[in-house]
Every structure is written in structure tokens, then in C-alpha cells.
């Protein structure tokens, strides 16, 4: 591995304080507890967390799943209490309520005062938002002015802000962005051979996503292997996918693009796919562009190769029973994974660590054999009984003693990651780790 050395204390020095946000809570903001509720609204999901950080057993996480539609669900996992209750359909705002009255059912929190700050993932910002941000009625209306790019996303992170803020209105609100830890994407990775005017006037580019994850995992690699110069490929595999090669602390490149909907293929998303095929199928077919984003995102994927499921467990049972479309499926997955590996490894001129996060990087041994099959020649060499054995929510290695590049399995936490960075962003600059170098 490369330990520190000469032309990188500026990356060193960056990477040593940023694994220092790994210390506990009451490090932030001049040891001050805080009460920390952190949201991430989807299109029609609701995942919470509360964090105390004067005491770890108050913790409490839940969800609210199947939002306006018939079976909503509330679950939620407190210290005194679990709760679970069936939602009648109903509006994102609903879905908020319940959430707050399963925090008080549980004692969790006594009233809307006793939370001190709250964060909120926010999918898109942009290239106007690079870090965690204090939302104020300007920010929420920049946010809200991304909502082209995002059109999925952005809008019920938006409405999920505008009600947090009036149910908490004493406390701060802060988003978090998932492209935020990717604009150190230099111009030429996430430029497109596209017409100059098409960025400059329309934004188009290569954004990546997954960001909280990949800055997660890769300062728990660091923190684990004991070492702050490290060359990283992140692999977030789960029902949406991505790659991210990290050097020295720093996004350099990343699979997903202008939409989550390039790279890896995934549960339903098809990844990467030769624009022309689009325009071939919008006028054989006559696909209308919101059935070309149905068909890219909503029935591709594994869903769309194997005929069977979105879902990898189905997916590598039904190839283990013989099922050649699964096999098929399973094979082009993880042969897109290793691909942009070998892509990243050149990339940055080297390797020292892969990490493998996310429901299926943790979860499935084969899919992580198979993806690293026949990286010897880049010195990467899987142990196998640790790779069968290795832990879902425990952080690993999993490569033999004498590879040498060190494989990990490294479960993610998107949200304590967005609780700090929430904090990070209310503490005086100057009490922070510097900003990512030019």
C-alpha cells in the first residue's frame, strides 16, 4: 500500500481529518449533545434515524413504506419500544406525522423542541452544492430550481423538507446531498462527447451518486487499515449500483452519470447501453421519452435480462437451479462490476483497497467472487473461507494474507454519515477538516 509520502500532505492531511468525524458525536460542534433526526424521503418511502449523542442507547431508526398507496406501513426500532402500525393511504405529509408520533409513542423524544437539528438526503444538487448546507428559503429554492435533474427525487425531497421544517421549525435543517462528495470529479471523467452548449446552458454531465456511502465506506477503510493514503474502488452493489474510484480521499470517478441510470447494471435500471439503441427502439417501437425512462429504469436491469426478479437472492437461486437467463444475468452483472475495477485501476495508476458495501456487496459471497474473478494479475487474491464467512454488518477483509490489495466488506450507514456531516455543516468553519483540494 502507499503510505504517506512526498507531494500528497495537502490529500494526507485532508483524509487524517476527515476519519477523525469517526469519533463520537460529542467531538462536533465544541462537545455540545445533540439530538439528530435524519430523513431520507424517496418517491414512495420514508426512512428515518434519531441520534443522541450524549447517549447511544436513545438511538432509534424506522420506516414508512408504500406511501398513498394501499399497504402503507410504519415500522420503527427504539430502545423502549418497537412500534408497527398499517397506514391508511395518504400524502407525504401523513407519512411525517406518523413518524413523529412513533418517535413520542416510543419516548424517543418528549416534543418537536427536543430535536436539535435535522438532516435531509437530498438526491440532486447540482454543481451548486458541493457539502452539506444550512437550508434556508434561498437554498430550498436552489434546490427546488434542480428539480429537472432529478425529477424523481428532487421534488419529494423538497416537499419532505418544506414539512419537516414546518413540524421542527425551531431546529436547523440541513441537506445533504448525494453528488456532493463527487465534485472533485475532474472535467475530463465527467464531461460527455456531447455538444459544449448542452452543459454549459443544460447542465448535462456526469454527476455520480451514492456519494454519502462511498465517503462512509472509504473513511472506514482508512480507519480500519490504519492508513490515510489510500487508492479505493468502492463498490455500492444493492438493488441501485455504483462504483467509485477514491484517491486519497478524493471521488476521481464513478459509474452513475447524469441519472442514477448509467454504469453497473442493476435491480431494473439497465446502466450503461449505447445511446443509439434508444433512438432506434423510440422509432421501431414508437417508446415516447417517458416510456424510454420507464423502460431504462423501471424494466431493465437483472429484472429485464432474467425475466425473474429484480432482486439478486431470486436471481442466483434461480441460476444455481439451472435457470440460463438468470445465469446470463448474474454473469453480465458481475462482469460490468469487474470491468470498471480494472477501468478504475488505471484510472488511478494503482490500487490498494476494494470495498464491497450495500445489501447485495454485503450480503452475497458469490457475487463478490465472481466479480473479482481474475484480478490476480492486479493483486487482488479473495480468501475464500473468509469471503464465505465474512459478516453482513461487521467491517472485514476478506483477501488472503499475501494479496496485495486489500478486500473489504464494509458495511455503509448513510445516515450516521449524514447526521456528522449535518453537524459539520453547523460548526464554525474553522473548526472543520479543510475542503477537498482544487
Known amino acids: 500500500m502507499n503510505m504517506v509520502g512526498e507531494g500528497h500532505a495537502s490529500t494526507r492531511d485532508f483524509l487524517q481529518q476527515r476519519v477523525s468525524v469517526f469519533q463520537e458525536f460529542s467531538d462536533e460542534r465544541l462537545q455540545e449533545p445533540e439530538k439528530i433526526l435524519v430523513i431520507n424521503c424517496g418517491s414512495s418511502s420514508l426512512k428515518y434515524s434519531f441520534y443522541d449523542t450524549a447517549d447511544d442507547s436513545r438511538n432509534a431508526h424506522g420506516q414508512v413504506e408504500r406511501i398513498g398507496i394501499d399497504g402503507t406501513k410504519l415500522t420503527h426500532r427504539g430502545p423502549k419500544k418497537d412500534v408497527r402500525r398499517d ?37 440532486h444538487g447540482g454543481e451548486r452544492f458541493t457539502e452539506a448546507t444550512v437550508i434556508t428559503d434561498e437554498v430550498l429554492a436552489e434546490i427546488e430550481a434542480l428539480n429537472p435533474l432529478a425529477p424523481l427525487h428532487n421534488p419529494v425531497n423538497v416537499a419532505g423538507i418544506r414539512e419537516m421544517r414546518r413540524l421542527f421549525p425551531a ?7 448525494d453528488t456532493a462528495f463527487h465534485h472533485t470529479l475532474p472535467a475530463y471523467a465527467y464531461l460527455y462527447g456531447l455538444p459544449w452548449e448542452f452543459y454549459e446552458k443544460k447542465g448535462v454531465r456526469r454527476y455520480g451518486f451514492h456519494g454519502t456511502s462511498h465517503h462512509y465506506v472509504s473513511l472506514r477503510a482508512a480507519q480500519f487499515l490504519k492508513c490515510d493514503e489510500l487508492r479505493i474502488v468502492s463498490c455500492h452493489l444493492g438493488n441501485g449500483s455504483s462504483l467509485c474510484a477514491v484517491d486519497h480521499g478524493r471521488s476521481v470517478d464513478t459509474t452513475m452519470g447524469f441519472t442514477p441510470a448509467e454504469g453497473l447494471i442493476m435491480g431494473t435500471r439497465c446502466g450503461d447501453v449505447d445511446a443509439g439503441v434508444i433512438a432506434f427502439l423510440e422509432r421501431t417501437e414508437k417508446l415516447s421519452a417517458s416510456q424510454s425512462e420507464e423502460l431504462l429504469n423501471k424494466k431493465s436491469g437483472l429484472l429485464g435480462l432474467s425475466g425473474i426478479s429484480s432482486d439478486m437472492r431470486e436471481i442466483l437461486k434461480a ?8 445465469l446470463h444475468a448474474l454473469k453480465a452483472y458481475c462482469y460490468r462490476v469487474r470491468k470498471y475495477i ?34 490476480d494479475c492486479m493483486g487482488i487474491t479473495l480468501d475464500r473461507e473468509r469471503n464465505q464467512k465474512a459478516p453482513f454488518d461487521e ?15 464494509v458495511p455503509t450507514d448513510e445516515e450516521r454519515m449524514m447526521a456528522r456531516e449535518a453537524l459539520r455543516a453547523l460548526t464554525d468553519p474553522k473548526d472543520l477538516a479543510p475542503d477537498c483540494p482544487k
Do not use: W
Open 87 to 123: 397506514l391508511p393511504p395518504g400524502p407525504f405529509g401523513d407519512a411525517l406525522k406518523a413518524m413523529v408520533e412513533a418517535l413520542l409513542d416510543s419516548s424517543v423524544i418528549r416534543g418537536a423542541g427536543e430535536v436539535s437539528v435535522v438532516a435531509h438526503r437530498v438526491v
Open 342 to 375: 480494472g477501468a478504475y485501476v488505471a484510472a488511478m495508476g494503482g490500487l490498494d483497497t476494494v470495498i464491497f458495501t450495500g445489501g447485495i456487496g454485503q450480503g452475497s459471497a458469490e457475487v463478490r467472487a465472481l466479480a473479482l474473478q481474475g484480478l
Open 171 to 177: 431546529a436547523p435543517h440541513v441537506a445533504v446531498f
Open 395 to 409: 467491517v472485514c477483509r476478506i483477501s488472503s494474507d499475501d494479496s496485495k490489495v486489500a478486500v473489504l466488506v
Open 319 to 326: 441460476a444455481k437451479e439451472g435457470h440460463h437467463r438468470a
